[in-house]
């Protein structure tokens, strides 16, 4: 007598091992593809709070802009200002700021001086504090104003110069303006 056997069993086992094996396959693919998109949507998040928390801490000037000239009314000492942050902006640590001066002849990183000598070129300084919140630091609260100096590198009549404003977080804020042909003791800078 002659036995035969049925291999139908085995093909139903290796179908249903093949598709098991699909099923875990596409199961770790899919979470790859979901932490990809979990990664990629976290990314995006970051940026925008980036974003926003550098919009928001952004300042802007108030009122005019003056600069000082020397004693022989041959080039300006310094500039004055006033800056107070923007509407709906955050507090400004005004000592982390980097304040740049940039004219034809000169390009320099100004250092923030407390008490700076007026005589010296090169530095900067908070000379007032307007509307205060109570503490006496540096923070540039909502508002809050500070008049700044910065001493320049001796601009002579109509030299055009920039002093650029960078806050530790924010936006740069240039300050454009072009040296009056005739340097009084007090210039108001258009």
Same mark, same amino acid.
């Given at each position: 007598?002659?036995?035969?056997?049925?291999?139908?069993?085995?093909?139903?086992?290796?179908?249903?091992?093949?598709?098991?094996?699909?099923?875990?396959?596409?199961?770790?693919?899919?979470?790859?593809?979901?932490?990809?998109?979990?990664?990629?949507?976290?990314?995006?998040?970051?940026?925008?709070?980036?974003?926003?928390?550098?919009?928001?801490?952004?300042?802007?000037?108030?009122?005019?802009?003056?600069?000082?000239?020397?004693?022989?009314?041959?080039?300006?000492?310094?500039?004055?200002?006033? @800056?107070?942050? !923007?509407? $709906? #902006?955050? +507090?400004?640590?005004?000592?982390?700021?980097? %304040?740049?001066? *940039?004219?034809?002849?000169?390009?320099?990183? @100004?250092?923030? !001086?407390? $008490? #700076?000598? +007026?005589?010296?070129?090169?530095?900067?300084? %908070?000379?007032? *504090?307007?509307?205060?919140?109570?503490?006496?630091?540096?923070?540039?609260?909502? #508002?809050?104003?500070?008049?700044?100096?910065?001493?320049?590198?001796?601009?002579?009549?109509?030299?055009?110069?920039?002093?650029?404003?960078?806050?530790?977080? #924010?936006?740069?804020?240039?300050?454009?303006?072009?040296?009056?042909?005739?340097?009084?003791?007090?210039?108001?800078?258009?």
């Amino acid at each position: 007598m002659k036995r035969q056997f049925n291999d139908n069993a085995f093909t139903g086992l290796e179908a249903a091992i093949v598709l098991i094996a699909f099923i875990v396959v596409a199961a770790v693919f899919s979470y790859v593809i979901l932490g990809a998109g979990f990664f990629t949507t976290q990314k995006s998040q970051e940026v925008v709070h980036t974003g926003v928390q550098q919009a928001s801490s952004s300042m802007e000037i108030v009122g005019n802009v003056y600069g000082e000239g020397d004693a022989t009314n041959s080039h300006l000492t310094s500039i004055r200002f006033i @800056v107070a942050n !923007t509407a $709906g #902006g955050t +507090a400004l640590d005004v000592k982390q700021m980097v %304040v740049t001066y *940039v004219d034809e002849g000169h390009h320099v990183v @100004v250092p923030y !001086t407390p $008490g #700076g000598n +007026a005589n010296t070129t090169n530095c900067w300084d %908070v000379l007032e *504090v307007y509307n205060e919140q109570g503490d006496a630091n540096l923070l540039l609260e909502p #508002g809050e104003q500070f008049e700044l100096q910065v001493h320049v590198q001796n601009p002579t009549p109509n030299t055009p110069f920039t002093v650029n404003l960078q806050p530790a977080a #924010g936006a740069v804020y240039p300050i454009k303006k072009t040296v009056p042909p005739a340097i009084d003791k007090i210039n108001l800078l258009p």
